[in-house]
């Protein structure tokens, strides 16, 4: 495996922030990935690093350092439709595009 | 369809019996992939097509797992003689090329073998 952690489990209350750390060992680095899937659905795309830095989009934003093999989600203003399971994926240069999944973290956003 | 579908949503087989699962990809998405995701853990790839050729299929987990994409498009994951450890959600995936950043999943197969 690429020794993908996450933490299992967050709660959260609505309106907080919250991040998601993820941290990863792999040869031939190509991209990092986060993806969010509620119980029962598709894994849908929230942003994507190969870069150092952090992407901002809307209340989401992803942050990647590749010498530290770290990288973290940030959630700003949590709903409770937040509530979802949140995965750390990277990609390698040398497997066509083939994704590499953490075990997810389970959000919870409570009222 | 706008999406990625799969088919059937849910599948109940008996030990022993075979299975065949179907994606209908994103229409042009040239790459296709299979994940198998297991309660509480997170998708593991399968296998990867290039559109009608499988270039990766390290992932199977034994020779019971075939998978094919004979015209480029539609994809069918078959297992034969299903185990218990085989019952998991089967996600399917696909994007434009395997180096764009957002590969499109669909719900998945929930395969529960009895």
């Known amino acids: 495996g690429q020794n993908i952690d996450q933490p299992t489990e967050m709660t959260a209350t609505e309106g907080a922030i919250v991040q998601i750390n993820c941290t990863y060992q792999t040869s031939g680095f190509n991209g990092l990935f986060w993806y969010q899937q509620h119980a029962g659905e598709a894994p849908t795309f929230l942003s994507y690093n190969v870069l150092d830095g952090l992407e901002e989009k809307g209340r989401f934003s992803s942050f990647l350092s590749r010498s530290k093999g770290y990288s973290y989600l940030l959630l700003k203003e949590l709903q409770m439709k937040d509530s979802a399971s949140y995965l750390c994926?990277?990609?390698?240069?040398?497997?066509?595009?083939?994704?590499?999944f953490g075990r997810g973290t389970q959000l919870t956003v409570w009222p | 369809g706008a999406g990625v579908s799969q088919s059937p949503r849910y599948k109940v087989a008996k030990r022993g019996q075979d299975v065949a699962l179907r994606c209908d990809p994103i229409?042009?998405?040239?790459?296709l992939f299979w994940y198998q995701q297991a309660l509480g853990q997170g998708p593991e790839f399968l296998t990867y097509f290039q559109n009608e050729a499988q270039l990766d299929k390290s992932g199977l987990p034994s020779d019971r797992f075939f998978a094919e994409r004979p015209e480029g498009s539609v994809s069918t994951l078959k297992i034969q003689r299903t185990q218990q450890e085989d019952s998991a959600v089967y996600l399917c995936?696909?994007?434009?090329?395997?180096?764009?950043?957002?590969?499109?999943f669909g719900p998945g197969t929930r395969l529960t073998v009895l």
């Open positions: 994926a990277v990609r390698r240069g040398s497997t066509l595009g083939r994704l590499y």
């Open positions: 995936a696909s994007s434009l090329a395997n180096r764009d950043n957002e590969q499109f």
């Open positions: 229409s042009g998405h040239v790459s």
